[in-house]
């Protein structure tokens, strides 16, 4: 086996240090009644040549979105990224080593995270963030378990515009603490009504939890939500499936957010069939000791010379035990290094611009769907980011097989998650997206049955 | 250093050797640098704001920088060598299992068939990695003798809180989810989290004087308000609990569950299964026994695997197999829930299905056969340097103490920066708790002969030092990049992110 370098020279030498006759022998207090003497229906194994042409056939038989029209979103979105990304997150030092428990040698590590900690800081305008958690779905869980042990109140009001997959998410958390979910039904109307949040937060209510853009692509008003939350002294939690939206949008650091989570995915990470992608989380200075996840801190050596830690780490399971603010252990570290090293390469500039692309080809799809004349258009006279909510003269489900007979990959089918929202599409566009895709979809749309 | 020319470069920016110096990448930018040519929108490029409401649109960009594509390359590479990976050396983490990780796993997990997949897309077209969803925990069910598996777990931490949601929503369903769960106190901090997150609260479990789970002691805790055990097995010791059908049967006499701990599993790979020890439902961790990268602290993936009973409540959606397609079932009626947004992370289990193809079924006893080998041959080299608190063969790791050089005032601290002096990832440190200033030496089977070899020296060496000259090893290290670093004060003034 090329993973295994013992020679059986070496085992014997190495038999005769221990003072054992047999490697066999070293297993002798596992029981006979509990040994395995089956065989795994595993197969044989393969040469590296061999699991090259199994892989590839087997990645052969998907087809992936990223490498057709795409106007899939919803929650996870086909970027361009540099070439330069990939190839550093390729350096073995990077991705072949441990969690940074050893400093003196691992400050390349740190030194990344304090880095990436600084821009999640400046993406959501928050005063701290942590290392990442495995998710923008499971970074919001923690975020409602969080709320819950600041104001010791066990109750959380949620826009229903939140993304299903990640309202899941906090439900599973949270299902043997008997924490009361309380959802609004804003859905029909496209937008997170304040006077309805304003109406379900009740004196046990710890916090909000609103997303912008929402599941429906469209950009809620931070400012009225926040004005809610401080008239009523509940925590505001924000949300953000799509990262790239912060490029063209005020984050909710601005208007007072209090803990702030997003879905990194869009900023370097590629879709991968939804993982590894990256949970962010940031919040304010005084709620840091309730802070979950690793956080990295500058101090100083014994020389007096700069270097970085990882710290507060009594908040953590390996320490706290019981009491930790999370179980949280591994987190997506390696994800967050990729994101930094994204927002590096694109700048301010590229940053911004690139967001700016991706709302002028959600624009013009926009526009274009709704110059077909058969009653397709977007659903909401709303603003929206890269993504927005069509009415179908057809079912979503009959449109995207149309496309898919054309080589393309449709929009998401809202009706799975919001029964009566028939005929209707979550369309998302990108700084990928181009005018043929967009004409096939004009094209498609008008075909009649 | 000495010499004219070492007093001219000393206090001077450049770098020492090859040891380069690199600041905050803030501090790199430059006004007016770019690292990434935006592609020119083909669409109309309208006046944005028109569309919003005043004070939506993002006009503050402070944080953000202007660097050029080869700074920014610069700048990382740099960083990533003040590093130490398991391509750089041996990395002898106990409960860690840092083996090597086989260069083909990323090379298929880059191909564009994985990569551009989008998990929302149609079922049809993502044939090719539902089967290897469906395929993989099929092997992982094999490998650990359970019925059911799920892959949505991120994590480890988070494949054991699904493990006690599964044993929860179970006994609800029998009429009463209990209220605790007994844990060694051998055990990692991440079971008595998770038990709390599952508001379980906890038991201390004490290992007996052996450092295995004491059978009586067990039948005095265990009663009809606890849930479950948690246990590890090997131990965190490095000790396989031999009695674990006997702990089993203890636990269901009351009607409870046994929750394993898979971190130590690269110890009995095709040797003994959890699920004929009497076990209920484990996780295990791709990224330890399965090859998958650490990443420098994630992402990993944590497969939770259960008994049949336990796998109407695995979370969805479900992969199926119907005539011949792979299908994804979302919302069996007794199901947790979701642990995340998607399928969890499908790059990383997509890594360790490779490894499995490559070490293949009948491979994987051998894994464990050097794995076990290493660590005892280790422990035979050690043992007369280093005092070792629970004699007796160990599996794939062995725990070692700074009993032997307490009075000359070394410390396993002391000892673990002095390997980093003589070019040695340390050893996990003062864990498991049970054993003061415990030393927890895993090799894996990764590791030659002549590696092991220049490891023992090194520490040999250690504690010949701590003979003659033990204040020295109270500097260490003098040779990495950093000293020891001052962890007070990065609590006492915590300087979490730049400031621009």
Same mark, same amino acid.
């Given at each position: 086996m090329?993973y295994?370098p013992?020679?059986?020279e070496d085992?014997?030498?190495m038999l005769?240090?221990?003072?054992?006759a047999?490697?066999?022998s070293l297993?002798?207090?596992?029981?006979?009644?509990?040994?395995?003497?089956?065989?795994?229906s595993?197969?044989?194994?393969?040469?590296?040549?061999?699991?090259?042409?199994?892989?590839?056939?087997?990645a052969?038989q998907n087809?992936?979105?990223?490498s057709?029209?795409?106007?899939?979103g919803?929650g996870?979105?086909?970027?361009?990224? !540099?070439?330069?990304?990939d190839?550093?997150?390729m350096?073995?030092?990077?991705?072949?080593?441990?969690? !940074?428990y050893?400093?003196?040698i691992s400050?390349g590590?740190?030194?990344?995270?304090?880095e990436?900690?600084?821009?999640?800081?400046?993406?959501?305008?928050?005063e701290v963030?942590n290392a990442?958690?495995?998710d923008?779905?499971?970074?919001l869980? @923690?975020?409602?378990?969080m709320?819950c042990?600041?104001?010791?109140k066990?109750e959380v009001?949620?826009s229903d515009l939140?993304h299903?997959r990640?309202?899941?998410?906090?439900?599973?958390y949270?299902l043997?603490?008997?924490?009361?979910?309380i959802q609004?039904?804003d859905?029909?109307?496209?937008?997170?009504?304040?006077?309805r949040l304003l109406?379900a937060i009740t004196?046990n209510t710890?916090?909000?939890?609103v997303?912008?853009?929402?599941f429906f692509?469209?950009?809620e008003?931070?400012?009225?939500v926040?004005?809610?939350?401080r008239?009523?002294?509940v925590?505001f939690?924000?949300?953000?499936a799509e990262?790239?939206?912060?490029?063209?949008?005020?984050?909710?650091?601005d208007?007072g957010?209090?803990?702030v989570?997003? @879905?990194?995915?869009s900023?370097?990470?590629?879709?991968?069939?939804g993982g590894?992608y990256?949970g962010?989380f940031a919040?304010?200075e005084?709620?840091?000791r309730?802070t979950?996840g690793r956080?990295?801190?500058r101090?100083?050596?014994?020389?007096?010379?700069?270097?970085f830690v990882?710290?507060?780490s009594?908040?953590?399971?390996?320490?706290?035990r019981e009491?930790?603010?999370s179980?949280i252990c591994s987190?997506?570290a390696l994800?967050?290094l990729t994101t930094?090293i994204y927002?590096?390469l694109?700048?301010?500039?590229?940053?911004?611009q690139?967001?700016k692309n991706?709302?002028?080809a959600?624009?013009?799809?926009k526009?274009k769907?709704?110059s077909v004349?058969?009653?397709?258009?977007?659903?909401?006279?709303?603003?929206?980011f890269?993504?927005?909510l069509?009415?179908?003269?057809?079912?979503a489900?009959e449109?995207?097989?149309?496309?898919a007979k054309?080589?393309?990959v449709g929009?998401?089918?809202?009706?799975?998650?919001?029964?009566?929202m @028939?005929n209707?599409?979550?369309l998302?566009?990108t700084?990928?997206t181009? !005018?043929?895709?967009?004409d096939?979809?004009v094209?498609t749309?008008g075909?009649?049955? | 250093?000495g010499?004219?020319q070492s007093?001219?470069?000393l206090g001077?920016?450049?770098?020492?050797g090859i040891?380069?110096?690199e600041?905050?990448?803030?501090e790199r930018s430059?006004?007016?640098r770019n690292?990434?040519?935006v592609?020119k929108s083909p669409f109309?490029?309208?006046e944005?704001?028109?569309?919003?409401a005043?004070?939506?649109?993002?006009?503050?960009?402070?944080?953000f920088?202007?660097?050029?594509e080869?700074s920014?390359?610069?700048h990382?590479?740099r960083?990533?060598?003040w590093?130490?990976?398991?391509?750089?050396?041996?990395?002898?983490l106990g409960?860690c299992t840092m083996k090597?990780?086989p260069k083909v796993n990323e090379?298929?997990?880059r191909?564009?068939?994985?990569t551009?997949?989008?998990p929302?897309?149609?079922?049809a077209?993502?044939?090719?990695?539902l089967r290897?969803i469906?395929?993989l925990?099929k092997?992982?069910?094999?490998?650990v003798g359970?019925?059911?598996?799920?892959?949505?777990?991120?994590?480890?931490?988070q494949?054991e809180?699904t493990?006690?949601m599964?044993?929860?929503a179970?006994?609800?369903?029998?009429?009463n989810?209990?209220?605790?769960v007994?844990?060694?106190d051998?055990?990692?901090?991440?079971?008595?989290?998770?038990?709390?997150?599952?508001?379980?609260?906890?038991?201390?479990?004490?290992?007996?004087?052996?450092?295995?789970?004491?059978c009586?002691?067990?039948?005095?805790?265990m009663d009809?308000?606890?849930?479950?055990l948690m246990?590890t097995?090997?131990?965190?010791?490095g000790?396989?609990?031999?009695?674990?059908?006997r702990?089993?049967?203890?636990?269901?006499?009351?009607?409870?569950?046994?929750y394993?701990?898979?971190?130590?599993l690269n110890?009995?790979l095709?040797?003994?299964?959890f699920?004929?020890m009497g076990?209920?439902v484990?996780?295990?961790?791709?990224?330890?026994?399965?090859?998958t990268p650490?990443?420098g602290?994630?992402p990993?993936s944590?497969?939770v695997?259960a008994?049949?009973f336990?796998?109407p409540?695995?979370?969805a959606?479900?992969?199926?197999l119907?005539?011949?397609r792979?299908k994804?079932?979302h919302n069996p009626?007794?199901?947790v829930?979701?642990?995340?947004a998607?399928?969890?992370n499908?790059?990383?289990?997509?890594?360790?299905?490779?490894?499995?193809l490559?070490?293949?079924?009948e491979?994987l006893g051998d894994?464990?056969?050097a794995?076990v080998?290493n660590?005892?041959?280790i422990?035979s080299?050690l043992k007369?340097?280093?005092h070792?608190?629970?004699?007796?063969p160990c599996m794939?790791?062995?725990v070692l103490?700074?009993?032997?050089?307490k009075?000359?005032?070394?410390?396993?601290?002391?000892?673990?920066?002095?390997l980093?002096?003589r070019?040695f990832?340390p050893p996990?440190?003062?864990?498991?708790?049970?054993?003061?200033g415990?030393m927890?030496i895993e090799?894996?089977e990764?590791?030659?002969?002549?590696?092991?070899?220049t490891f023992?020296?090194a520490?040999?060496?250690?504690?010949e030092?701590?003979?003659?000259?033990?204040?020295s090893l109270?500097?260490?290290p003098?040779l990495?990049?950093?000293?020891?670093?001052?962890?007070?004060q990065?609590?006492?003034?915590?300087?979490?992110?730049?400031?621009?």
């Amino acid at each position: 086996m090329r993973y295994i370098p013992l020679t059986p020279e070496d085992r014997k030498t190495m038999l005769s240090s221990i003072g054992a006759a047999s490697v066999e022998s070293l297993f002798s207090h596992i029981r006979d009644e509990i040994r395995f003497k089956g065989k795994f229906s595993i197969p044989t194994a393969m040469s590296e040549q061999e699991v090259m042409r199994f892989a590839s056939e087997l990645a052969a038989q998907n087809s992936p979105a990223a490498s057709a029209p795409c106007f899939l979103g919803a929650g996870a979105y086909n970027h361009f990224v !540099p070439s330069a990304v990939d190839q550093l997150i390729m350096r073995s030092e990077f991705y072949t080593s441990y969690t !940074p428990y050893q400093p003196e040698i691992s400050q390349g590590n740190l030194q990344a995270i304090y880095e990436y900690q600084s821009y999640v800081c400046s993406l959501f305008n928050m005063e701290v963030a942590n290392a990442s958690m495995y998710d923008g779905a499971s970074a919001l869980a @923690e975020a409602v378990l969080m709320a819950c042990r600041i104001t010791g109140k066990n109750e959380v009001v949620i826009s229903d515009l939140v993304h299903p997959r990640w309202r899941k998410t906090v439900a599973t958390y949270v299902l043997n603490r008997g924490t009361n979910i309380i959802q609004t039904e804003d859905h029909p109307t496209g937008k997170t009504d304040p006077e309805r949040l304003l109406k379900a937060i009740t004196q046990n209510t710890s916090a909000v939890v609103v997303q912008s853009p929402n599941f429906f692509g469209n950009v809620e008003d931070w400012d009225a939500v926040g004005k809610v939350c401080r008239e009523k002294g509940v925590l505001f939690i924000a949300c953000t499936a799509e990262a790239m939206s912060l490029g063209l949008l005020r984050p909710a650091g601005d208007f007072g957010a209090d803990i702030v989570v997003g @879905e990194g995915q869009s900023l370097g990470l590629g879709l991968n069939f939804g993982g590894p992608y990256l949970g962010m989380f940031a919040t304010r200075e005084k709620h840091l000791r309730q802070t979950p996840g690793r956080i990295c801190g500058r101090t100083t050596d014994k020389d007096g010379k700069k270097g970085f830690v990882l710290t507060m780490s009594t908040r953590e399971q390996h320490i706290r035990r019981e009491k930790a603010t999370s179980n949280i252990c591994s987190n997506q570290a390696l994800c967050a290094l990729t994101t930094t090293i994204y927002l590096t390469l694109m700048g301010k500039g590229g940053f911004s611009q690139t967001a700016k692309n991706c709302h002028y080809a959600a624009l013009a799809l926009k526009q274009k769907i709704s110059s077909v004349g058969n009653g397709a258009r977007n659903s909401f006279d709303l603003p929206f980011f890269n993504e927005f909510l069509a009415d179908l003269p057809v079912s979503a489900d009959e449109l995207n097989k149309r496309l898919a007979k054309k080589g393309a990959v449709g929009g998401y089918d809202v009706s799975r998650d919001y029964p009566k929202m @028939e005929n209707k599409i979550l369309l998302a566009a990108t700084e990928l997206t181009t !005018p043929a895709e967009i004409d096939l979809m004009v094209k498609t749309l008008g075909e009649g049955k | 250093m000495g010499g004219a020319q070492s007093r001219n470069i000393l206090g001077k920016p450049y770098a020492r050797g090859i040891v380069f110096n690199e600041p905050l990448i803030f501090e790199r930018s430059r006004a007016g640098r770019n690292g990434c040519d935006v592609a020119k929108s083909p669409f109309e490029q309208k006046e944005i704001s028109a569309g919003f409401a005043k004070g939506t649109l993002r006009e503050d960009f402070t944080g953000f920088v202007e660097v050029s594509e080869p700074s920014a390359v610069r700048h990382f590479t740099r960083l990533s060598q003040w590093n130490y990976g398991v391509d750089s050396n041996f990395y002898p983490l106990g409960s860690c299992t840092m083996k090597y990780n086989p260069k083909v796993n990323e090379a298929v997990a880059r191909l564009a068939g994985f990569t551009g997949l989008h998990p929302l897309q149609d079922e049809a077209t993502a044939q090719g990695a539902l089967r290897v969803i469906y395929e993989l925990e099929k092997y992982l069910c094999d490998i650990v003798g359970m019925h059911s598996a799920s892959l949505q777990p991120a994590a480890g931490a988070q494949g054991e809180l699904t493990g006690l949601m599964l044993i929860h929503a179970y006994l609800k369903d029998k009429g009463n989810a209990r209220k605790k769960v007994i844990l060694p106190d051998s055990s990692h901090g991440t079971n008595p989290a998770s038990a709390a997150l599952c508001e379980y609260s906890t038991v201390p479990l004490a290992s007996g004087t052996d450092g295995l789970i004491d059978c009586s002691a067990l039948e005095k805790l265990m009663d009809e308000e606890t849930a479950a055990l948690m246990v590890t097995n090997p131990n965190t010791l490095g000790m396989f609990e031999k009695n674990i059908k006997r702990v089993c049967e203890i636990v269901h006499a009351k009607g409870g569950l046994v929750y394993a701990d898979g971190a130590n599993l690269n110890a009995i790979l095709g040797k003994t299964r959890f699920g004929d020890m009497g076990v209920d439902v484990c996780h295990m961790n791709l990224h330890k026994t399965f090859s998958t990268p650490h990443g420098g602290g994630g992402p990993g993936s944590g497969p939770v695997l259960a008994k049949d009973f336990l796998a109407p409540y695995m979370p969805a959606p479900r992969v199926v197999l119907a005539d011949g397609r792979y299908k994804l079932e979302h919302n069996p009626p007794k199901s947790v829930g979701a642990l995340n947004a998607f399928y969890g992370n499908f790059g990383v289990y997509l890594r360790a299905y490779v490894y499995l193809l490559s070490v293949g079924g009948e491979g994987l006893g051998d894994i464990s056969d050097a794995a076990v080998l290493n660590a005892n041959y280790i422990l035979s080299r050690l043992k007369g340097h280093y005092h070792v608190p629970y004699d007796g063969p160990c599996m794939h790791e062995c725990v070692l103490s700074d009993k032997f050089q307490k009075d000359a005032h070394v410390s396993t601290l002391d000892i673990a920066k002095s390997l980093i002096d003589r070019g040695f990832h340390p050893p996990t440190i003062y864990f498991p708790l049970i054993v003061k200033g415990a030393m927890m030496i895993e090799p894996t089977e990764s590791e030659s002969l002549e590696t092991m070899d220049t490891f023992v020296d090194a520490m040999v060496d250690i504690a010949e030092v701590a003979k003659t000259h033990p204040l020295s090893l109270a500097e260490a290290p003098v040779l990495a990049k950093m000293r020891r670093l001052d962890e007070t004060q990065a609590v006492r003034n915590p300087d979490l992110r730049h400031k621009p």
